[in-house]
């Protein structure tokens, strides 16, 4: 016998609410490590870009780094706790 999962990845049941939820914040994670590797080659490379672009990196890009770090962190961790207690 099929369990609710397995259910709901071969399409025969709907998913949860707690399913769904998870679901988007897999996703949300997921954009947010994109977005922190994208940020973290443009600081990098920074010093390769034209003068104007490389200001706008170190005004506004660098001091927004570290804060996307720890939501993502924050998001993780509260994801792997909430997974380890109801999943």
């Known amino acids: 016998m099929k369990d ?11 998913p949860t609410v707690f399913q769904a939820a998870e679901g988007y914040s897999v996703g949300i994670l997921g954009l947010l490590g994109v977005l922190i590797l994208v940020e973290g080659v443009v600081i990098g490379a920074s010093g390769f870009l034209p003068e104007a672009a490389d200001q706008w990196v170190a005004d506004v890009l660098y001091p927004s ?5 720890l939501v993502f962190l924050a998001g993780s961790t509260l994801y792997g706790l909430v997974k380890a207690r109801f999943g």
């Open 4 to 14: 609710q999962a397995a259910k709901v990845v071969t399409g025969e049941a709907e």
């Open 65 to 69: 780094f570290s804060p996307t770090v």
